[in-house]
């Protein structure tokens, strides 16, 4: 079969953009539509904070009948490159129908684009960086993903390879049921840090999220600076990120130690509110009905743990523990006693050490992220 690929500028173009994975998907029970307004506010230039560092271009590729057939994104993010001193591109937002040349033409699209900006190497994929959603699945199609992870057809991975791309790094996925998991140990490990140390462990205000914004991001970027792929958010990323976040926050599954008074780590994790998504078809009202409104709302009964770091100096004092214990009891006291700590570098040595010896918790999924020199 043969196939366009056309650079996307106007509205009707995005809005097919969008729409794709909806037909592609149609008959993938696991697959959970995203909310289109938000999708179209992510491709928003003048909204969105990720373009003012960032150079984005947007391809959708049709079919001889003109039908929308794959999409993808090429993306020239100044910030990694500044911080990592490179000339890295990323491809990102990528789906298709199984079909080798489809993938193949899409992927040169975004490749071309990145070569002719003066890149010399593609990374993928990334919808945008590693602070959104990243990461191809690899291994887990068993079920759905929770929020703000990645889903695609377990094809996808031979289509990357076959177009010359190989493995940069896993990201690990861990799951972790209350019902059938012992976590006395890592409750006494965290009374035994309380008794140990001055730590104070409080919750996140939500209600004054933006002023919890700036000790969150300074952390975040110290904690995860040296990480691979790191790249350090903007007060105004984080800020779209928390306004994002705060309708489904729950204080007590967020919280942060203090040290003399001074914060020192973090965690955030949040109720999965793909499982009202999936309901919601796409559509923002009824993703507001199925998250809000008691006639309508859908039992969320998992979380994901998205973020937790400790300031470098305050390392292997056991404040992991501390907050891992306290997101836990307080998943459990809220019916969400099961869910994802997601995601995990797959060299993260101490971090894989805690969930794997001594929560005994299951890696049951694998993302990929893939490159290509060009």
């Not at 691979?228 to 976040?245: H, I, N, Q, T, Y």
Request: proline content about 4%.
């Amino acid at each position: 079969m043969s196939f366009s690929i056309e650079k996307v500028d106007s509205r009707g173009q995005l809005s097919e953009f969008i729409d794709l994975p909806f037909r592609l998907y149609r008959n993938d029970s696991n697959w959970v539509p995203p909310v289109k307004f938000f999708q179209k506010e992510l491709f928003d230039r003048e909204k969105h904070p990720f373009h003012e560092h960032s150079d984005v271009t947007v391809f959708l590729a049709r079919d001889a009948a003109g039908r929308a057939a794959g999409r993808i994104v090429s993306i020239v993010n100044h910030t990694h490159n500044d911080f990592h001193d490179e000339k890295t591109g990323f491809f990102g937002f990528l789906e298709g129908e199984n079909d080798e040349e489809l993938f193949r033409l899409l992927l040169l699209a975004a490749e071309e684009k990145l070569l002719a900006a003066g890149m010399n190497k593609v990374m993928g994929p990334m919808n945008f960086s590693t602070n959104e959603e990243c990461g191809m699945l690899i291994k887990g199609f068993d079920s759905p993903p929770l929020i703000m992870m990645t889903y695609n057809s377990p094809w996808y991975a031979d289509m990357l390879e076959g177009a010359g791309y190989t493995k940069a790094k896993d990201l690990f996925a861990y799951y972790l049921d209350s019902d059938i998991m012992d976590y006395s140990r890592m409750s006494r490990v965290a009374d035994l840090v309380l008794r140990r140390t001055n730590a104070v462990i409080r919750d996140i205000s939500v209600k004054h999220i933006h002023s919890e914004v700036p000790i969150i991001m300074d952390i975040y970027n110290e904690c995860w600076e040296d990480n691979w792929g790191f790249v350090p958010m903007s007060k105004r990323e984080m800020d779209v990120m928390a306004d994002e976040l705060k309708m489904i926050m729950i204080p007590q599954l967020a919280p942060v130690v203090e040290i003399n008074g001074e914060p020192v780590a973090f965690a955030i994790s949040i109720p999965d509110a793909n499982q009202a998504f999936k309901r919601a078809g796409g559509s923002l009202i009824k993703a507001v009905l199925a998250l809000k409104v008691p006639l309508f709302r859908v039992r969320i009964n998992q979380v994901r743990v998205l973020l937790l770091g400790v300031r470098k100096a305050f390392r292997g004092r056991g404040l992991e523990a501390l907050m891992i214990d306290r997101v836990i009891k307080s998943s459990i006291e809220k019916g969400m006693g099961r869910g994802e700590l997601s995601w995990v570098l797959e060299d993260n040595a101490s971090m894989r050490r805690i969930l794997e010896k001594d929560l005994h918790a299951d890696q049951y999924r694998t993302y990929r992220i893939y490159q290509k020199n060009i």
